[in-house]
């Protein structure tokens, strides 16, 4: 699965971004989709994730209630709403995934990544 991530960008405290990932190669739909972060000097953070299809989602307690992500498998698309920005959420943001099965935050099942988008959130 290639991965393209897309939306990255600067916004002030509380505000919005909507970040995307398209997906090519392979079936769509037989994959769980990620989203994780890695800030300057820090380790990648999982962000939340979705099954195949879409009926189930995980959150990080950190963006629990801010954070949505959704999918449109017709399309080969996730996406990650990000509401009421803080600056700790400044990072580059990945989208990464795995073959489905139990749905999870542990970056390491993750087969597949894309480049990453920064997002930048000022105070």
């Known amino acids: 699965v290639q991965l393209q991530a897309s939306g990255g960008g600067l916004v002030q405290a509380g505000g919005s971004l909507r970040l995307s990932c398209a997906a090519s190669g392979r079936t769509f739909s037989n994959y769980d989709m990620g989203w994780f972060r890695q800030a300057p000097g820090k380790e990648r953070d999982f962000v939340g994730a979705?099954?195949?299809?879409?009926?189930?989602?995980y959150y990080a307690d950190s963006v629990k209630g801010r954070f949505t992500i959704s999918r449109d498998n017709a399309k080969n698309t996730v996406t990650l709403q990000m509401d009421g920005l803080k600056p700790e959420d400044t990072a580059v943001y990945y989208c990464a995934a795995k073959y489905r099965s139990i749905l999870h935050g542990d970056g390491r099942a993750y087969t597949y990544w894309g480049q990453g988008t920064q997002v930048t959130v000022s105070s």
């Open positions: 979705i099954n195949w299809s879409g009926g189930s989602t």
